[in-house]
């Protein structure tokens, strides 16, 4: 199996997450060593107990990394990889860098000039007015503004990004195919022609209070 499916792989097992993965690949060698390796070696890894490593074993052979790849690209989106180019350098210096990222869109180099605007779902008419306009601005002088696609002060952001003809990238709190609010499908639409919509989650991850905080590392 090439590395960048076994990233994939990894990524769809439930209960892994990125900080586990890379202190498995510090222990193993390779992302595809982690789906050959036993139990005794995984739970080798720092942090990695039987439960962690038995939910490994079961869950790694089930998973076809190509039927995903297929069904990510009927809905016109892509997979990348921490060892794919097109993978955002400003990402791998985190703790817990991605370990795929579903792209609706293009990523460019110019994106690391970005700006995030995030606020209340439920904000004022005069915040949603400073952040269109901070985001048409910024999109005017050349800044990529990075945002959530969430109702309010997000959607605002996108907006003004748009109006100004800037690019824009929304990160999702759940997977492509679960977009969240339904009522964005179209800002959406509009964001991945002019920017990228983005998610770390495995396709039919609906979003809930834990994905929300968590993909505000990606933002910022």
């Given at each position: 199996m090439q590395e960048r499916?076994?990233?994939i792989v990894l990524n769809m097992i439930e209960g892994l997450g990125p900080v586990s993965v890379r202190r498995l690949i510090d222990t193993l060698g390779t992302p595809k060593a982690i789906l050959e390796a036993d139990r005794e070696a995984l739970m080798e890894a720092r942090g990695v107990g039987e439960k962690l490593a038995l939910k490994i074993i079961t869950q790694r052979d089930s998973i076809d990394p190509e039927a995903e790849i297929d069904q990510?690209?009927?809905l016109g989106a892509r997979i990348i990889t921490p060892i794919d180019e097109e993978y955002p350098e400003s990402l791998?210096?985190?703790?817990?860098?991605?370990?795929?990222?579903?792209?609706?869109?293009?990523?460019?180099?110019?994106?690391?000039?970005?700006?995030g605007i995030v606020g209340s779902r439920s904000?004022?008419?005069?915040?949603?007015?400073a952040a269109d306009r901070f985001a048409f601005q910024l999109g005017q002088t050349g800044f990529t503004v990075v945002s959530?696609?969430?109702?309010?002060?997000?959607?605002?952001?996108?907006?003004?990004?748009?109006?100004?003809?800037?690019?824009?990238?929304?990160v999702l709190g759940g997977a492509i195919d679960c977009l969240y609010p339904p009522e964005n499908a179209e800002l959406a639409e509009k964001i991945s022609k002019q920017g990228a919509v983005i998610s770390e989650y495995p396709l039919g991850?609906?979003?809930?209070?834990?994905?929300?905080?968590?993909?505000?590392?990606?933002?910022?």
């Open positions: 499916l076994a990233y990510a690209a009927e791998k210096a985190i703790h817990d860098p991605p370990l795929a990222l579903y792209i609706k869109g293009h990523l460019f180099p110019a994106d690391g000039k970005a700006l904000t004022s008419q005069y915040g949603l007015k959530g696609l969430a109702r309010g002060t997000d959607t605002a952001a996108h907006w003004g990004a748009l109006k100004s003809k800037g690019r824009t990238i929304a991850r609906q979003a809930d209070r834990m994905t929300f905080p968590y993909r505000n590392r990606i933002i910022s």
